[in-house]
């Protein structure tokens, strides 16, 4: 696959990743930077390392499943594969703007 193909898919596995949220926190998990890597492989095999706001959560195993079910329906995407990280630990400051100000820390 070209670069502009590669591109177009990466750019919908974002758009896919915004449709995403915690029960608990009203931002998508991209906003929140809990998406540390996003892999595609030129044969569709995507591979996304991400993490959580808390090691604990109750919601893990519905958020990660929710993110590979969603990923893995974007044209391009022939598979996914999500691992939980918790390297480097999550804190605010990788959130986006826009979720600091929708969440109160801006």
Known sequence: MDNDVKLKIEEGIIDMLKTVYDPEIPVNVYDLGLIYKIDLADDGELVIDMTLTAPNCPA?????????????SVEGVTSAQVNLVFEPEWDKDMMTEEAKLELGFL
């Open 60 to 72: 893990a195993d519905f958020i990660m499943e929710d993110v590979r079910l969603k990923v893995e």
